[in-house]
């Protein structure tokens, strides 16, 4: 498959009054166009500074020590760190990526119209009339499902509902026709049947825009109806890669079998919900081994002293654990676990 974007050896840190904070850790990812990739992990894993170093929003504290940020949706490869901040956001941003936001209050402006906000990305970079951003403001609200756009064009976003302001955000996002659509958490903010709706508008919208899109979230239940691949992170690195099924079904990192555990599930016989013992590490003193091996009941001495390389499991499914390195003791999955991953597979194939 072809790649719209890939990261190689990403590496981040941020300068603090506490000291310098390793956030971003040699991260290795890849987008192949038309499909949708999740980056999963729990807050502070580092998914969201990944994708702002992308879309060059990074905090005026943060220092890129190495890496490249590829992007081939133009006609040619063009390694965005190489870019200018102003080169960036007036070629790049909005035009062949854009990014929606968890919070659509955060990135509305409460003092300009709906139509203005949406017609503003249009005037700036596509150089058209007023008139024809006007009709594609109200072409855009209703590709999103906003009903009565006409008279939405005319509000402010204090008038909508949180369900509609977020769509007015993919609108926006949408406005300039980008190759790349990034979500950050799009449907925290909202309730569980608004969620479904705006998830199930993306990938209408993808499938007719044949968009490339990300996800960051740490809700499994979103990646598991909207992923094609998924990478998850901890502690600023990809720790597994694999196909939406190989996570799901063939999880083989530890902490991914503690993020699949944390998942709900009505028929699991403990009444408890499970969570991930410990904390992830202060990156402020950066571990010298595996990085959650303080989390990781399996762990062996060797992930005290070095950090596991990531292991091939198949031609799409890789993980960073030394577990699985030939010599390590066979470890199987907690029993709870793979009864709940048997139950999710019979459920997904009678749906099927």
């Not at 976003?157 to 949180?162: A, N, V, Y």
């Not at 202060?282 to 303080?294: I, K, R, V």
Request: glycine share 6%.
């Amino acid at each position: 498959m072809e790649n719209i974007l890939s990261i190689k050896n990403l590496d981040i840190t941020f300068k603090t009054n506490a000291g310098n904070i390793h956030a971003i850790r040699g991260v290795n990812f890849d987008l192949p166009r038309g499909k949708t990739i999740a980056l999963v992990g729990e807050s502070g894993s580092g998914k969201s500074v990944t994708m702002k170093a992308v879309t060059g929003l990074l905090d005026s504290n943060s220092v890129i020590n190495s890496g490249n940020i590829l992007y081939s949706g133009g006609g040619e490869t063009v390694d965005l760190l190489t870019l200018s901040k102003k080169d960036l956001r007036q070629k790049f941003n909005g035009q062949q990526i854009a990014m929606v936001f968890q919070d659509p209050m955060t990135s509305l402006n409460p003092t300009m119209t709906i139509g203005a906000q949406i017609m503003e990305g249009m005037l700036l970079h596509k150089k058209i009339s007023t008139s024809d951003a006007e009709k594609k403001a109200l072409e855009l609200l209703n590709l999103v499902g906003i009903i009565e756009a006409e008279k939405r064009m005319k509000n402010y976003p204090h008038q909508l509902s949180g369900g509609m302001r977020q769509r007015v955000v993919i609108a926006i996002a949408l406005s300039c026709e980008p190759k790349v659509l990034i979500c950050d958490e799009p449907t925290t903010a909202l309730d569980v049947t608004i969620q479904a709706r705006i998830l199930n508008l993306i990938q209408d919208i993808q499938a007719k825009m044949n968009l490339s899109v990300i996800y960051i979230t740490h809700d499994l239940g979103v990646v598991a109806k909207v992923a094609d691949f998924v990478n998850v992170m901890y502690a600023g690195k990809i720790i597994e890669v694999g196909t939406v099924d190989e996570i799901f079904y063939d999880p083989r990192h530890p902490y991914t079998w503690g993020l699949l555990s944390a998942m709900p599930d009505l028929e699991t016989d403990d009444s408890r919900l499970y969570s991930i013992p410990g904390s992830p590490p202060n990156l402020l003193h950066e571990p010298t081994g595996d990085a959650f091996a303080a989390r990781n009941k399996f762990a062996m001495k060797i992930d005290e002293k070095a950090a596991p390389p990531m292991f091939q499991i198949s031609e799409t499914h890789f993980a960073a654990t030394w577990l699985l390195h030939p010599d390590a003791p066979k470890i199987e999955l907690p029993p709870e676990l793979k009864a709940r991953l048997e139950r999710s597979r019979k459920a997904a194939d009678v749906v099927g």
